[in-house]
């Protein structure tokens, strides 16, 4: 969750870098929020992390090395992929599940576009957030329920953001003119694994 509005303001400044004005403001803000999250880290490294360090190293050793990541081969990542709960537990919930990764597939597909730099700052923050959730809890071996309450947050915006674009701009919806090639190939398999694992299992 961390680094997820660090990945978003980067990305934000990436799409804008050729906007000057645009580009002096967002590197001021990313400044501001750097010093902010940077003071907030200090006062938690000074005021708890180091008073308590040699148990806190003790318990992460262990959480991180035996319960989370026993092994860090590429076929145990493949097999935890493989495993993919957040569709055993979202499918239960499919009107949210579907309408996400829908946006998220149409967002992928419009930062493949020349309509990158039109991108809302709150979608990339969500995208960011959700990728951020998404990669973690398919990779990590240790994923109680409450792992995945993280993701649920990006999830309801990103839905909410495509229901509400809809009904406000449904009129005025154009295509990109300029796609990346290599953009069909991550957005066609992006909603592949949708139809695999979030569409097909609805004939149930």
Partial sequence: LLPAPFAAFALLIALNFQRRERRQRLLAAFGLFSAGMGAAFLLWFVGFYLPNREVITQFGDFFTKTQMFPTTNLSHFLKMIHGRPFFSYFTHTPALLNASLAVVGILLFLLFSEKRAALHA???????????????????????????????????????????????????????????????????????????????????
């Avoid at 406000?168 to 919806?173: G, M, N, T």
């Avoid at 090639?181 to 694992?197: D, E, K, N, P």
């Fill in 122 to 204: 709150t979608d990339l923050f969500a995208l960011a957030w959700f990728f951020a959730a998404f990669g973690f809890t398919a990779i990590i071996a240790y994923r109680p329920t409450r792992y995945f309450l993280p993701i649920i947050p990006p999830m309801c915006l990103l839905a909410a953001r495509g229901i509400a674009y809809l009904w406000e701009c449904a009129d005025r919806i154009s295509l990109p003119q300029k796609i990346w090639r290599g953009g069909w190939w991550i957005v066609g398999g992006w909603f592949a694994m949708q139809s695999a694992y979030a569409l097909l299992p609805l004939r149930y």
